[in-house]
């Protein structure tokens, strides 16, 4: 990735994912993970992208995406 060079792939398909407004049920099938692993990637993600929170992380994305 541009933005971060140290994003797993699941990290990558998660932002993908959460841009195309998958939940994080619809998420964590198609990755075959438990959601419990979800929460623990946004937590890493919001780590590695410098936010306060993981639930910073769909604005984020979101912004990112639009400029």
Known sequence: SDLNPD?????????CFILLGL????ISLILDVQLSSLY??????????????????????KKLWLN
């Open 23 to 26: 939940t994080n049920q619809e």
């Open 7 to 15: 994003l797993s792939r699941n990290e990558r398909m998660y932002c």
């Open 40 to 61: 623990k990637l946004k937590q890493r993600l919001a780590h590695k992208f410098s936010l306060d929170s993981s639930s910073d992380i769909i604005h984020f994305l």
